[in-house]
């Protein structure tokens, strides 16, 4: 299953193998992880998929100069033009609440004021400052989700293999409880139970979303630890007296993480996915905070109208498909990396 | 065979008790002012009334002794009915949709049930079409294509694909529209002449022998068929063409073309059959999800199912409603995903044998 790289002579492998040059790398990460990464950067589809993402990381990072805040003080807030419920073409004027204009938007649009480059949707929110800045929000919830839900996720599901026998079988029995909900369902209830302990705001459905969403990774990380810890290593540490959580912090986990890792890495799509859909359906943030699934809920109001009002949904959901596909090309192709069929082939 | 079954029934009460105990748990983030809507139709006005029922319903009791009560009701002793009680199918009271949670499901329940019907066939056949092409052409032409489209399938996030097709086809073609029926067939349907057989509006149309409104039905059930089915097909795609790959590769299909059949009898009578096993399992539990409510999809269409019963319930914080509604769904899930084990094994020697 593993490519074993010996270093030294060795006549019988043959020349190929014993003369294959490891570099510094390879033999930081190990040869099966070193596959993975470089299977990754090798797949063109997965290299779409990088580059959609540094696209959105520079959104991100470059919000406040490609939109800087109206109000500094909580730039999440979406700027409103007025008052007005019906949403305004692309290129309307802009009268209250312009943001500065910064130094890349004469250039580019070719006028010397702000106008609602993308239209306003209802409510006269700006939809181009919601999407650039709903970025932020993305990564923060994506970011924050997924290292909670990992974390929990790796330490339940390690304690669980490590112990094996009757802890083992309870800590699964309650995974397989919790998987019973519909994962939507069940961060619907636990978001709008909290949402009146906590107040409209990104933790209530993040809260929620970590709640249900570790059980996949203790169950990964179970199965790769099981198979690591009959290793010799393992049986060798503890014939030396080695402590159980020294065995499985130090010696067990690094080895039987990196799939998992990988794996949680490209879940931010999923995870920023499900908080739309959340807000979507009007849990969350309050109206009004820069969240693509809010810009996007919007338009709920004016479905008999959208042969006008296109743009309400058009721009909003292609931010959102192009983000999650993102990471689902990288995910796609890192499927076909760690699909065991095709352990071996380097 | 049986040791697998016996093993898997006695995970059912495990399951039962977690989900319950569960529910239960989230129902503690309430205040008990806002628990009585388990019991009784109106918040309670004054101190004395909130004191009165607390005490009448134990919410001043041990939670094992309030789990107890939630579980089973309580027997008025004077009158010898019952009240609450979830095991007795008293769901408590939604005071957003102003009716008992168990009605409440009861009425919307057969539309999710004819939605998941005609969902079923458009969903399964085609993915597994896409599955099966995309394995024999395998990196050709029609696999590549597969693939952008199964990517593209699973980055599209269900209500942005919804609301684009209701932009399409309803904004602007006016071809399908969102909703159940139309206004004119609503008041047939209400009406005393309309006989509900079934309550399954598709099947009740056809028994009554008005196929212009089983027509109406379908075409507005149209658009969340399309969406919830795009949706899947990615995933069955995905998991035929893997399957059929692998069992194409195996020497019984090499056998059977060195014997000289003909390569459609080869992948159509030989492999397809085995290489649907996976994908058996794939199709029962998406049954079996669309059979929960499909929250967001019923939503973006209005259609007034149990999933959009749920999603309503919940954006005016009902709790007692939704967890109603959690509860209902985890019965389904749980009965049905021992039935989806259960069949599997009857179907697959490996599991039966084991």
């Known amino acids: ?120 949707a209802e409510g006269q929110y700006d939809i181009f400052y919601g999407i650039i800045w709903g970025t932020r929000t993305a990564f923060k919830t994506g970011l924050v989700v997924t290292i909670a839900t990992f974390l929990i996720g790796i330490i339940y599901g390690s304690i669980s293999a490590y112990y094996g026998g009757w802890v083992d079988n309870i800590m699964m029995r309650i995974v397989d409880i919790l998987l019973v909900l519909p994962s939507i369902l069940a961060v619907l209830i636990l978001a709008s139970v909290l949402t009146p302990k906590i107040g409209k705001s990104l933790i209530p459905a993040m809260v929620a979303l970590i709640a249900f969403g570790w059980m996949g990774y203790s169950r990964i990380i179970r199965g790769d630890i099981l198979s690591v810890k009959e290793r010799d290593y393992v049986l060798a540490a503890r014939v030396i007296g080695v402590k159980d959580s020294r065995i499985l912090f130090r010696h067990i986990l690094p080895n039987a993480i990196f799939p998992t890792l990988v794996l949680a890495s490209l879940a931010i799509g999923d995870v920023v996915l499900s908080f739309a859909a959340l807000s979507f359906l009007g849990i969350g943030t309050e109206v009004g905070y820069a969240d693509w699934g809010q810009v996007l809920s919007f338009a709920r109001n004016w479905i008999t109208s959208l042969n006008t009002y296109w743009y309400i949904i058009v721009w909003p959901g292609l931010t959102l498909v192009l983000f999650v596909m993102g990471w689902n090309l990288v995910g796609d192709a890192l499927r076909d990396v760690l699909d065991p069929r095709m352990r071996g082939k380097t | 065979m049986t040791t697998y079954i016996i093993r898997r029934l006695l995970l059912v009460p495990v399951l039962l008790f977690g989900v319950t105990l569960l529910i239960f748990g989230m129902l503690q983030f309430l205040s008990p002012v806002e628990r009585t809507a388990l019991y009784v139709r109106d918040f309670p006005k004054n101190d004395k009334a909130i004191e009165g029922l607390i005490k009448r319903y134990g919410f001043d009791q041990p939670v094992y002794v309030q789990y107890w009560t939630w579980l089973v009701g309580k027997v008025d002793k004077a009158s010898g009915e019952r009240e609450g009680g979830i095991l007795f199918g008293n769901f408590g009271y939604s ?233 209902f769904n985890g019965l389904i899930l749980i009965v049905s995903n021992l039935v989806v084990d259960v069949l599997y094994a009857f179907v697959d020697p490996r599991v039966r044998l084991s």
Do not use: C
């Open chain 1, 1 to 120: 299953m593993t490519v074993t790289t010996p270093t030294g002579d060795n006549t019988l492998l043959g020349e190929n193998v014993a003369t294959r040059k490891i570099g510094r790398l390879e033999r930081f990460f190990g040869p099966e992880n070193y596959r993975i990464l470089t299977g990754l950067l090798k797949t063109p589809a997965s290299i779409a998929g990088f580059v959609l993402i540094g696209f959105f990381i520079f959104i991100s990072l470059a919000a406040p100069l490609i939109i800087p805040p109206v109000t500094p003080n909580d730039p999440f807030k979406i700027p409103r033009d007025g008052f007005r419920s019906d949403p305004r073409p692309m290129g309307s004027e802009w009268t209250r609440n312009v943001p500065d204009v910064p130094f890349w938007y004469k250039a580019v649009t070719g006028k010397d004021e702000w106008v609602h480059l993308l239209g306003t």
């Open chain 2, 95 to 327: 005071r957003s949709a102003s009716q008992p949670v168990a009605e409440l499901i009861a009425r919307r329940f057969p539309n999710t049930l004819d939605l998941t019907i005609w969902t079923i066939a458009p969903m399964i056949l085609i993915g597994i079409w896409m599955g099966v092409q995309a394995a024999v052409h395998h990196n050709g032409f029609i696999d590549q294509a597969a693939r952008v489209f199964s990517i593209i399938g699973t980055s599209f996030p269900t209500f942005v694909f919804g609301l684009l097709m209701l932009l399409i086809f309803y904004a602007n073609l006016q071809w399908f529209s969102p909703g159940r029926l139309s206004d004119a067939y609503t008041q047939v349907v209400d009406s005393s002449a309309f006989t509900h057989y079934t309550s399954l509006l598709t099947f009740d149309a056809l028994l009554n022998g008005r196929f212009d409104i089983f027509l109406d039905a379908l075409r507005h059930m149209f658009l969340p068929i399309l969406t919830l089915s795009y949706i899947s097909w990615a995933t069955f795609l995905r998991v035929t063409r893997g399957s059929m790959l692998e069992t194409l590769r195996m020497e019984y299909v090499t056998t059977a073309r060195a014997m000289g059949l003909p390569e459609r009898d080869v992948i159509f009578k030989h492999a397809q059959p085995n290489a649907m096993l996976p994908v058996l399992t794939l199709a029962g539990f998406s049954i079996v999800g669309l059979l929960g409510g499909v929250l967001i999809t019923e939503t973006v269409f209005n259609y007034p199912g149990i999933g959009s019963a749920a999603a309503r319930a919940a954006t005016s914080l009902d709790v007692v409603a939704m967890l109603g509604f959690a509860l």
